[in-house]
């Protein structure tokens, strides 16, 4: 597993950049990760990706954009206006969580 | 005498009813399933009927017929599971009292999610499903008649039911169009929410190449917000649109209503289990098999199948009070019908992804994984005869239920 260093944080990554160890993410560190693939940060953003986290904590596996609408009560269309063209891939990037799964 | 209830006698619900009829003792155990009627499909047939190659009839079997006599079915609509008074409660006022229950009922279509998709005047008139027997039989008839033009073949959301069907609709589309001589009056888009033609990197490329070579357009990342039915084009949440002007829809795959109601769904009604032993996370006899539940597994007859070798002996350790010594891989493997007579066939798990390679024999076959073959195609069309007299009766196959890398050819990194 790849090890990198983001924003003095040494922090463990998958091939695609994805983190994969959910404790050494933090707030300050999400800031970079969302700086590195352009996305800036507004309240809104901030509320999808902590009720990520919270997600991810009970449940196992990173959330999919329907359970964030649904379940998170986010509006999809405005998440892909915070997060363009990829709302759920950027937004577990941003997260610290696994790149999610697609299942076969 | 202790109550195991099976919510569905469809694929999952018949096998573990008729496996375990066998290993449960009759005096200490009744087993009761409950469905809504008679008419069991042999899903998988869906796909052919639009083209013609089966009839509507070929399909449909007597679910009574397939389920061990010592079995009784309930029939009638489920309202609600109560699983803290452990009774299943029936919309005609039926309550049948468990000490284990199974929950086997499935996913469907449900094209009521998707804002214009279920257009009282466009459903069935340029708008179609084939993953249902209203469906496919609808599509039959118009793909009879079809002058051509642009035909959209769209996955709303994953997960669904068949993942390879789809794209195997686009092959054989594609195929049926050239055969009748009219594939030049034919524009055949494939447009799925994934980032190419299917989730896994090695299948995926296959695929996309096989689109290709069949002139067959990708529009990959499409996240559909809406149909607009009278215009006839689809609309994404990044604002793209799509044109049609025959639409085959897969739409959102949703478990049943009453598995929200009683508070054991996700966001999509499934019920969440421990993915190797398919025991509910919340209630320690309450299990779920086959589609309705939430392993990141495909939604198919195949996963249901080896899933249901590795569940009845773990059932039987659990209500013994020992630890369940099984633990389910998310093996599947499926047939993926090409076209002009010819097949491919996949084998993966939770952490092996579709790799080229012989099946079942390492380096005979005669089957070959990701491949076009004529015998694959053979095996597809064979497997209808072996899913009602080997797998329904529950008995043996000759294959693992774990999947063997054995056979398989891994890609250099």
């Known amino acids: ?104 | 005498m202790k109550n195991l209830v099976i919510l569905g006698g469809g694929t999952a619900g018949t096998m573990a009813a008729n496996k375990l009829r066998k290993k449960l003792d009759k005096v200490e155990w009744q087993i009761t399933v409950v469905d809504r009627h008679d008419k069991h499909d042999y899903q998988p047939g869906y796909l052919f009927i639009p083209f013609g190659t089966y009839k509507p009839t070929d399909i449909t079997k007597s679910r009574r017929k397939h389920i061990s006599d010592d079995v009784p079915i309930v029939y009638g609509d489920i309202d609600r599971v109560d699983a803290e008074a452990r009774t299943v409660s029936l919309t005609n006022g039926t309550v049948l009292p468990y000490d284990q229950l199974i929950i086997a009922t499935g996913v469907t279509p449900r094209p009521d999610q998707t804002p214009g998709l279920d257009d009282e005047k466009a459903w069935h008139s340029s708008i179609f499903d084939f993953y249902t027997y209203e469906g496919t039989t609808a599509l039959a008839k118009k793909l009879a008649s079809w002058k051509g033009g642009r035909l959209v073949i769209n996955i709303v959301d994953m997960p669904i039911k068949c993942p390879v069907a789809p794209l195997e609709f686009a092959f054989l589309a594609d195929a049926f169009f050239t055969e009748r001589g009219m594939r030049d009056r034919v524009e055949l888009v494939y447009v799925t929410p994934l980032p190419g033609a299917f989730t896994k990197p090695v299948a995926s490329e296959r695929f996309g190449g096989m689109l290709d070579e069949k002139k067959i357009s990708l529009e990959a990342d499409f996240m559909i917000e809406r149909v607009d039915p009278d215009e006839q084009k689809l609309v994404s949440y990044d604002e793209r649109e799509i044109d049609y002007d025959l639409l085959v829809t897969i739409p959102l795959n949703m478990g049943a209503d009453y598995v929200a109601r009683s508070g054991l769904g996700n966001e999509l009604n499934l019920v969440p289990v421990d993915k190797h032993t398919l025991l509910s996370r919340t209630y320690d006899n309450l299990w779920a098999i086959g589609d309705g539940n939430d392993i990141p597994a495909s939604k198919a007859g195949s996963v249901a199948h080896f899933e249901i070798d590795i569940f009845v002996d773990n059932f039987l350790e659990h209500i013994a009070g020992k630890p369940m010594t099984g633990s389910f891989d998310g093996h599947a493997n499926c047939f993926i019908e090409t076209g002009h007579g010819k097949a491919m066939l996949i084998d993966f798990n939770y952490d092996t992804e579709p790799l080229p390679g012989k099946f079942p024999v390492p380096g005979i076959g005669p089957m070959s994984l990701l491949k076009e073959t004529k015998i694959n195609h053979q095996g597809k069309l064979a497997f209808r005869w072996v899913y009602w007299n080997v797998l329904m009766p529950g008995r043996p196959m000759p294959l693992a239920a774990t999947m063997s890398m054995a056979g398989k050819e891994v890609p250099e990194p």
């Open chain 1, 1 to 104: 597993m790849p090890v990198t260093t983001i924003a003095d944080h040494e922090i463990h990554v998958d091939d695609e950049g994805f983190m994969t160890v959910y404790d050494e993410w933090d707030e300050e560190l999400a800031k970079s990760l969302a700086a590195a693939i352009g996305v800036e940060m507004t309240d809104e953003s901030w509320r999808a990706i902590r009720f990520m986290r919270e997600d991810f904590k009970s449940e196992g596996h990173t959330p999919t954009l329907r359970r964030i609408s649904t379940v998170g009560g986010f509006d999809t269309k405005g998440l892909f206006a915070l997060f363009p063209k990829k709302p759920a891939k950027k937004m577990a990037y941003i997260a610290g969580l696994p790149k999610p799964a697609g299942c076969v």
